[in-house]
């Protein structure tokens, strides 16, 4: 069965201190793994996709990296808009096409003025 | 472009009721999935729909069921509600075709309170 863990489940920054997430999984064979950002009481917001060992993908203060075993998000000078639970979640690549998404349960970030 | 819409926003129901929540796909989308998100905890998966058939299911009794309709869009019912059926339920979309096939993108979310 697919899991994703990730850590640490809350993290409180000064703006602009530089941090990262880790969001360590084990998928029967990795189709995709996912980055999301939500805010209370909404959707999850997709930031990035990374399908191998060794991409990165970045948009803002945001760069998301992955390895064969777990992603990091990490976040450069934050600001307190940054502010939101980051979600992991991984997507296997056996069986049908369809595919469910597996998540972690959340970092909540909270970025201080 | 519209996104990913789910009505009613707000639900209020009591033990043993029955709800439907709906689901309206991003333009261009014509897989929709449904998932459960308790206070706290990370989305679950409950099932997923492609051309008006459930084509994948998560961990959940047969009183959580779905339809999708010719247009795409969709409904997630569940009957004999019980306390622990409150939770945040999210419908996310996707398309099987293009490069970005694998992306999901989520709707606003049914908050469903059950007393």
């Known amino acids: 069965e697919d899991q994703v863990t990730q850590s640490p489940e809350a993290l409180r920054l000064q703006e602009g201190e530089s941090s990262s997430l880790n969001c360590s999984y084990t998928?029967?064979?990795?189709?995709?793994l996912f980055w999301y950002r939500q805010d209370p009481g909404k959707g999850p917001e997709f930031l990035f996709t990374l399908y191998s060992a060794g991409e990165e993908k970045e948009k803002e203060r945001l760069k998301a990296t992955l390895t064969k075993k777990e992603s990091f998000l990490h976040i450069t000078a934050p600001k307190p808009e940054d502010s939101a639970t980051y979600l992991c979640?991984?997507?296997?690549?056996?069986?049908?096409?369809?595919?469910?998404?597996?998540f972690g349960q959340g970092t909540i970030l909270t970025v201080h003025p | 472009d519209a996104g990913v819409t789910q009505s009613p926003t707000h639900l209020i129901k009591t033990r043993g009721q029955q709800v439907t929540l709906r689901c309206s796909p991003k333009s261009g989308h014509d897989t929709v999935s449904w998932y459960q998100q308790a206070l706290g905890q990370g989305p679950q998966f409950i099932f997923q729909?492609?051309?008006?058939?459930?084509?994948q299911r998560g961990n959940f009794p047969d009183r959580f069921s779905g339809h999708q309709f010719p247009n795409y869009s969709s409904e997630l019912n569940v009957n004999a509600l019980l306390l622990g059926d409150s939770a945040l339920y999210l419908c996310?979309?996707?398309?099987?075709?293009?490069?970005?096939?694998?992306?999901?993108?989520f709707g606003p979310g049914t908050r469903l309170t059950v007393l």
């Open positions: 996310a979309s996707r398309s099987l075709g293009g490069s970005s096939y694998n992306e999901q993108f």
């Open positions: 729909y492609y051309e008006e058939e459930e084509r």
């Open positions: 998928v029967s064979g990795l189709r995709g």
């Open positions: 979640a991984v997507k296997n690549a056996g069986g049908t096409s369809y595919g469910k998404l597996t």
